[in-house]
């Protein structure tokens, strides 16, 4: 049999009803006008001015100038704070988004269970989410951990572990997605003898891999976008020794502190292909194991 | 008896793991009582002295500002996005889920892909956009995109939650000879109620956490909100401000609590469903 493997975004884009009644289409324009403009004038408008913006040398006050790749070919072959920058980012991404999965999903497994405590439970656990970014917390950070922030690999363990604090949003998608499975799967391999361990591979770990590979993604971009915590933790430095220099507070400190708009434009681009091609990535890998119920192979 | 005993232990797991996840939190409330002092030298939860020295201390102003005046200015801007996004996003929102139009699945796929694309790339252009406005330092750049449906998360919120209202009911509606904004107004707006509070809570408690377009736009003292106010504390060296910092940081944290505590079944709910049907 044929597994079908759609990408999970393309489900959500149902067939358009039938048209019974003769309404004007054009009401749905009305409806949609807001958020054209929007799509218009703040994102795909922008897009376009920043890929332009990226080719010139531009401080805000007077016109931008063009200067071809220069800043492509600055940012990626003399700057040393940008490739510092991308080695953090990495480094962070790698480290803290399979930590908070991991924490997320055995998290979820435990209070998995009927209880009346365990809508309380929940929410506790997804408390630190709704709390994380903010800067009150960045900055409880930066006094508990305060001997760890002059230490260029403890700065970094600081901020991972402020993003694994936060696995609680991650946890309550698993917790969903595991009250999905019908319990007859387990009693069914409870019978066959298997233990909770196999039952956990070969149950829970297949049938939850749309919402592993939702997270997965969701995570990994989250991960990217982390700015608060290295700002605050680190004085706006993203310091000590470039080791909290988050790709995103380098584009801050090029764009809005020394005004080169035109090189942070090319960060700018450089950071959506770079995330364009992991989510590509991570989409390919996904036919090898994300299976959606409904195409049983 | 061996059922009672793995209930109490789960319990117990239960706790051991959420009281170092809380420490931070609990920690913070106790610290905004200690002296600067104290709260350099030890990570202790209790004080050991309890003072009001450091929220006395917020009476004062910061930067020429009372801090009052930044409570004001992020309540506004949160409101303001919070009852932003709920107007734009459920317009849109009813138009994906129930009308027909050209390159609609084309349309809510690119819509569906905006919300993974980080906020940061597309911040250069956007402030360009709004110097050449005169927007700069005001709150227009924070909540006039919420105006124009930029929250795509919230919109596929509120197209998961249309979804599940029964056809039948629009149906009967156009059959009353209602047109769609009848519809809209009358049948599906009262139906998500849930989908629009929970967007509303979210909105504003992410926007009342923004730090990075907040600090991108607003410069001068009396506009910045608190999480700026936060920042003007964090170069100083001086042990006798962290206590007013963390009061500060405390108090700023109390209305996420109290709007978390207030409808925490609906904001973990529907942020939970908002990833099952992804």
């Known amino acids: 049999m044929t597994t079908v493997l759609e990408r999970p975004r393309a489900t959500s884009a149902a067939s358009p009803p039938k048209r019974r009644y003769g309404e004007r289409p054009s009401i749905a324009y009305l409806f949609l006008s807001p958020w054209a403009a929007g799509a218009v004038l703040l994102t795909l408008g922008p897009m376009l001015w920043l890929l332009y913006l990226s080719f010139t040398e531009y401080d805000l006050f007077t016109a931008p100038r063009w200067v071809g790749l220069d800043n492509y070919v600055r940012m990626l072959t003399v700057d040393p704070h940008f490739w510092n920058a991308v080695r953090a980012t990495a480094k962070f991404v790698l480290i803290s988004v399979p930590v908070q999965l991991v924490a997320a999903l055995g998290v979820a497994i435990l209070i998995n269970r009927h209880s009346r405590m365990q809508g309380f439970y929940r929410s506790a656990f997804y408390a630190p989410s709704l709390l994380g970014a903010s800067v009150s917390v960045a900055l409880v950070w930066r006094v508990i951990f305060h001997d760890w922030i002059g230490h260029p690999d403890r700065a970094l363990l600081a901020l991972v572990l402020l993003a694994v604090w936060q696995f609680g949003a991650p946890m309550v998608i698993f917790l ?122 | ?116 694309l980080p906020v940061h790339i597309i911040t250069i252009p956007q402030y360009s956009l709004f110097q050449k406005l005169g927007m700069v330092d005001t709150f227009w750049p924070l909540i006039l995109p919420k105006l124009l449906a930029t929250d795509a998360f919230f919109i596929f919120l509120m197209v998961q939650f249309m979804r599940t209202i029964p056809r039948e009911l629009d149906e009967a509606a156009r059959l009353d000879g209602c047109g769609s904004i009848r519809i809209f107004r009358s049948v599906v707006l009262p139906l998500v109620r849930p989908a629009l509070v929970t967007t509303a809570i979210f909105t504003f408690i992410w926007t009342w956490n923004d730090f990075f377009t907040q600090l991108i736009y607003l410069s001068s003292p009396e506009n910045l909100t608190l999480p700026l106010a936060l920042r003007l504390f964090i170069d100083t060296t001086d042990h006798n401000a962290f206590g007013p910092m963390l009061a500060l940081s405390a108090l700023a944290i109390v209305p996420i609590l109290l709007f978390f505590a207030a409808f925490q079944r609906l904001l973990v709910e529907g942020f939970a469903t908002s990833g099952l049907k992804g």
């Open chain 1, 176 to 297: 969903a997605g595991l009250q999905q499975i019908p319990q007859e799967y387990y009693d069914a391999a409870a019978v066959d003898g298997a233990g909770p361990w196999r039952a956990f591979l070969k149950i829970t770990v297949p049938m939850l891999s749309p919402v592993i590979f939702f997270n997965l993604v969701l995570d990994t971009i989250r991960a990217f976008q982390v700015f608060t915590g290295a700002y605050v933790v680190s004085n706006g430095t993203g310091g000590p020794s470039d080791s909290t220099l988050f790709y995103t507070l380098y584009l801050y400190e090029k764009g809005f502190v020394e005004f080169k708009m035109g090189y942070a434009s090319a960060m700018s681009w450089f950071l959506l292909l770079v995330i364009a091609l992991i989510t590509g990535l991570l989409f390919r890998t996904a036919k090898g194991w994300v299976f959606y119920s409904g195409d049983e192979s």
């Open chain 2, 1 to 116: 008896m061996t059922g009672r005993l793995r209930l109490a232990g789960w319990h117990l797991a239960v706790a051991l793991l959420l009281i170092p996840l809380l420490y931070p939190i609990a920690w913070l409330a106790f610290a905004s009582f200690k002296s600067g002092s104290e709260i350099v030298q030890s990570l202790a939860l209790l004080p050991q002295e309890y003072i009001l020295d450091n929220y006395r201390a917020l009476s004062d102003d910061l930067a020429g500002v009372p801090v009052w005046q930044f409570f004001v200015n992020s309540t506004v801007v949160a409101t303001g996005c919070a009852i932003a996004n709920i107007a734009s996003c459920s317009l849109a929102a009813y138009a994906f889920a129930r009308l027909r139009f050209r390159l609609r699945g084309v349309l809510f796929a690119f819509t569906l892909a905006t919300i993974m």
